[in-house]
């Protein structure tokens, strides 16, 4: 195997990589979300908990999505500069 050959099977490795770490960040998201959601749900039914059911739900979300877009994001990139080392 050559060096340009070695450096292409990485390259498609990482390619493969980032792409199952982009997709699963997303998957593992929307069930954090909705496991959260029952929870929230839950106490957004007993009067004590009520008024700060929301807003507590709303800045769960958010710092959530955030993260993992943040991981969604980092391996998009990480897949970009994978097919860009493959590029001659």
Known sequence: MSP???L???SGMTEVLAAGMAEGSVRI???HLAIAD???NILARIPVTRPVSNPVRL???GISRLSYRSVALAGCGLGRLAVALRQP
């Open 8 to 10: 292409a099977w990485w």
């Open 4 to 6: 340009n050959d070695n």
């Open 59 to 61: 800045l769960h979300h």
């Open 29 to 31: 998201e929307r069930v």
């Open 38 to 40: 029952e929870s929230f």
